[in-house]
């Protein structure tokens, strides 16, 4: 029995979650917003609100600067930034969020790819007085490259500008171009004063030329739930489970943990195991709450199955419809991060979903020209610049396109000595670039 025909599976636990990334240029105000967000929505505990008094009297900026809400590093704070990827969780009565306030400096650019790649949309924060940066266009292009289809850009210090409509409307434009370029689905531009709280959560009538949402009624009405791959349950995409964890039950018998991806798995649903090419049936589906007839997509759950088959960690569980490639041999874009170029004959690890293995750069294919989206000619990359280039593994595989799946079409490259992440890869070339 396949799924192509069954009932979706709904749970909201999985839908009701928007998982975000703050993006844009050092000093835009992205984590002033996120502050803002966080404490007119009420999501502070006194003692926190507190500690954040206290750091911006430390530093002398004031009873409470918002941004020292999310800037949780001691480095941060002394020196006005964000480093690190700062994770938030919030709820309002309409919905979950998971909030990545991301680095806007060029050299955190690892961490700010980091935060994008689970993110549902992208919150852009743009300085109205100044318009849109070169180090904002790169973010919108590596969000855009990890498949974040969805922006709402906030035209922020719209209060520094007198709230006149001109600014507003600059940015409405260099948005609406950038994103036609990058093939973005849906956009939203809000104008915003951070600072005071004009338009964040509360309307405001200091910009009566704006009818739209507030930008937490446009977070609370955003699709979600695309980061886990849900787009491909919508495409009739078939179930992929990376296998995590092999567990043994009491009495005998194993049952294989991980989390759905692609389509809902069910009970009943013929599966091949991949690499190995074995199939069976699922027999049992155990999710958080218990036995259940199919799991959706983003549940980490344990399923058990017919037959006793050879199936370690690092294999993928998937449906007989539409099954991904097993391969050693992958063409990929990647972001890279290292302080040393990556180059042809480059030795590195490659971890895709649950699998990790030796592999080899085997050429350098293309570097892309953020401005443009362009590819040219490249023998090397350094750092924060994205490429195409040549992969071979020492193990397979199993692999979709990055644009089909999010999830099974990405992987990062690792420092076999170091140990350190030093690349975000996804397979195969996105359509929105082009060969010179």
């Known amino acids: 029995m396949t799924t192509a025909t069954s009932a979706p599976v709904e749970h909201p636990e999985v839908m009701d979650l928007l998982r975000f990334a703050t993006i844009g240029s050092v000093d835009d105000g992205k984590s002033t917003l996120i502050g803002r967000l966080l404490v007119d929505t009420r999501q502070l505990f006194d003692d ?77 924060v743009v300085d109205a007085t100044s318009g849109l940066k070169e180090q904002t266009r790169r973010h919108l292009c590596i969000a855009s490259l990890l498949g974040v289809r969805q922006l ?31 093939e973005i689905e849906s956009l939203t531009v809000i104008p915003i004063s951070a600072l005071h709280g004009d338009n964040v959560v509360e309307r405001s009538n200091a910009a009566p030329y704006y009818e739209g949402p507030t930008v937490l009624e446009a977070l609370e009405s955003a699709p979600a739930g695309g980061w886990a791959g849900v787009h491909g349950e919508a495409a009739e995409e078939a179930t992929r489970l990376p296998v995590q964890w092999v567990l043994r039950q009491p009495g005998g018998g194993r049952t294989y943990a991980g989390m759905v991806d692609g389509a809902p798995i ?51 569980i998937v449906g007989r419809a539409n099954p991904p490639r097993v391969t050693n041999d992958i063409e990929a874009t990647i972001c890279w991060f290292g302080t040393a170029p990556l180059t042809q004959g480059s ?15 085997t050429a350098i294919s293309s570097l892309l020209d953020v401005n443009d989206l362009t590819l040219a000619g490249a023998s090397e ?36 000595v170091t140990n350190i992440t030093v690349a975000a890869g996804m397979v195969g070339i996105p359509t929105l670039l082009h060969r010179s």
């Not at 069910?266 to 799991?295: F, K």
């Open 48 to 124: 926190q609100i507190d500690a954040v008094a206290q750091a911006s009297r430390d530093r002398g900026v004031g009873d409470l600067d918002l941004s020292f809400v999310t800037d949780g590093l001691r480095a941060e704070r002394e020196q006005g930034i964000t480093i690190d990827v700062a994770y938030r969780y919030a709820a309002t009565p309409k919905r979950k969020f998971v909030i990545a306030d991301c680095p806007g400096h060029v050299q955190y650019t690892a961490n700010m790819a980091t935060g994008a790649s689970t993110a549902d949309l992208a919150l852009v």
């Open 152 to 182: 709402i850009v906030c035209a922020n210090k719209m209060d520094e500008g007198n709230w006149r409509f001109p600014l507003y409307e600059r940015v409405v434009a260099q948005m609406t171009a950038l994103a036609e370029m990058l």
């Open 266 to 316: 069910r009970v009943g649903e013929e599966i091949i195991v991949l690499p190995s090419g074995l199939t069976s049936t699922v027999t049992e589906v155990r999710t958080p709450s218990g036995l259940a007839p199919a799991a959706a997509v983003g549940l980490s759950v344990s399923v058990a199955l017919a037959d006793d088959l050879d199936v370690a960690r690092g294999d993928m």
């Open 347 to 361: 030795r590195l690890r490659v971890k895709h979903t649950t699998r990790s293995t030796p592999g080899i750069v």
């Open 381 to 416: 990359l350094v750092a924060n610049e994205i490429g195409v280039v040549q992969l071979t593994t020492a193990d397979p595989l199993v692999v979709d396109a990055y644009g089909s799946n999010r999830i099974t079409g990405s992987f990062v490259l690792i420092d076999p």
